[in-house]
T-cell receptor, first 117, second 112 residues
Framework: GAVVSQHPSWVICKSGTSVKIECRSL??????MFWYRQFPKQSLMLMAT?????????EQGVEKDKFLINHASLTLSTLTVTSAHPEDSSFYIC?????????????FGPGTRLTVL | AQSVSQHNHHVILSEAASLELGCNYS??????LFWYVQYPGQHLQLLLK??????LVKGIKGFEAEFIKSKFSFNLRKPSVQWSDTAEYFC??????????FGSGTRLQVQP
């Protein structure tokens, strides 16, 4: 199956700083990628849909100015958590669909664990 | 809006016991359904999927699931669990908007 990578796998930062997380589709081109957030012992919640060459679509309740998404190429989407606070500590997971698989299956990255001190 | 419910939050079984994890969804149209597994410290892996056709689908590692449209259910089953099946299991729904809606997850603990 298709492979999606994320970098970094974990990051610790101080409150008030910004953190960038990268999501890459390694062997396919993805016009759309998805960003999810998973709090401890909870399920994945969709944050936003990242669209190559256009603005991201954010889910209700997700602050677009805080979670900046840039989908600059067909293989890379970035999520920047601006002015991070401890409540932003979470597991961030991206995913993408492979057009060669008919967009029927979603492939997930390994996730990035963010800890804000 | 669509939703997915997993009523079993934490299941503890002994090895060789049979497993059934419940998944119910709420959506009136055509759906694609998935079960994902997340082993401790690892990323999500697809166990099985249902798009159309035979409502009984078989996945990896001996898992299977049955889509019952009248009950809006997609329960996961395995006849005999192993210690290595200890993980978090997520049911997910795709209604065509391309992102997935996940259930709250079921933590399975298999005791040797």
């Amino acid at each position: 199956g298709a492979v999606v990578s994320q970098h970094p796998s974990w990051v610790i930062c101080k409150s008030g700083t910004s953190v960038k997380i990268e999501c890459r589709s390694l062997d396919f081109q993805a016009t759309t990628m998805f960003w999810y957030r998973q709090f401890p012992k909870q399920s994945l919640m969709l944050m936003a849909t990242s669209n190559e060459g256009s603005k991201a679509t954010y889910e209700q309740g997700v602050e677009k100015d805080k979670f900046l998404i840039n989908h600059a190429s067909l293989t890379l989407s970035t999520l920047t958590v601006t002015s991070a606070h401890p409540e932003d500590s979470s597991f961030y997971i991206c995913s993408a669909r492979d057009p060669s698989e008919g967009y029927n299956e979603q492939f997930f990255g390994p996730g990035t664990r963010l800890t804000v001190l | 809006a669509q939703s997915v419910s997993q009523h079993n939050h934490h299941v503890i079984l002994s090895e060789a016991a049979s497993l059934e994890l419940g998944c119910n969804y709420s959506y009136g149209g055509t759906v694609n359904l998935f079960w994902y597994v997340q082993y401790p410290g690892q990323h999500l892996q697809l166990l099985l999927k249902y798009f159309s056709g035979d409502p009984l689908v078989k996945g990896i590692k001996g898992f299977e699931a049955e889509f019952i449209k009248s009950k809006f259910s997609f329960n996961l089953r395995k006849p005999s669990v192993q210690w290595s099946d200890t993980a978090e299991y997520f049911c997910a729904l795709d209604t065509g908007r391309r992102a997935l809606t996940f259930g709250s997850g079921t933590r399975l603990q298999v005791q040797p």
